[in-house]
């Protein structure tokens, strides 16, 4: 956001560099930077062609006018602020899409599936049954996580805390329906822990965790915008750094649940054609 006072053409004409007020979501420290970075170098070149007399003389010494930067969310650009809430998706990501989809492998591997098929219990009882431990699980990490984000890299918490957990278990449900899909997929735990590293890198890739979102190409944006861990990032970060509350995390909310209900059908036609 870019403010300009009312005078600024006047004091610009009168050689007293007016300050613009330029304040910047630094959330991202390497994306803010670079942005900073190309804003300063346009201030030096923006007027170059407009001004004449001893104003053109002055200005090849030094700006016309003053950019007052203020850095939002993370003042000393400080990349843990940014790493430790990425650090988040990624894990749980990992973890809950390679426990399910094992889990369910190791059974068919086992013939203990063919006991479970046995039972007159319905596939989304089975996926249900399944999922659920694995949120406990998930849970659990998470608090080894956000204790050492808080007791050793001191990221702040500035949105609600309820808020974070009831996004984290969504989060955790999507991957947790992938991690189902792939073992009605897999016919051996090998091939269910390939499939996991094919979902687990691009999303660690292309969700602006390692890059910054809008520096990528167009068709990896794209991409990008499928996978839940991208949303998630958005969420968590605005909720930490930010304060974000449940208005404001809407339309990162509603792609995460449509991925939920995509991957979670898929996972359930698939398990019954393993019961056919």
Partial sequence: MIVIPPDFSQRLVRGEKPVLLVSVDATDPSASGNAIAALNQLSAQALRHDLKGPLAQLQQQAPPF???????????GLSRYNIVPGLIGTI??????????????????????????????????????????????????????LGAAWLLFEVPMEGSFALLMAMIGLFMLANLAVGFTFSTLARNQLQAMQMTFFFFLPSMLLSGFMFPFRGMPQWAQYLGEVLPLTHFLRIVRGILLKGNEATQVLPELWPMLLFLLVAGAVALKRYRQTLD
């Fill in 92 to 145: 749980l990501t990992m973890t809950m899409v390679m426990l399910t989809s094992l889990a369910m492998t190791r059974e068919r591997e086992r013939g203990t599936m063919e006991n479970l098929l046995a039972t007159p219990v319905r596939p989304a009882e089975v996926m249900v049954g399944k999922i659920l431990p694995y949120v406990v699980v998930g849970y659990v990490q998470l608090g080894v996580i």
């Fill in 66 to 76: 003053e950019l007052r930067i203020h850095r939002r969310y993370n003042p000393e």
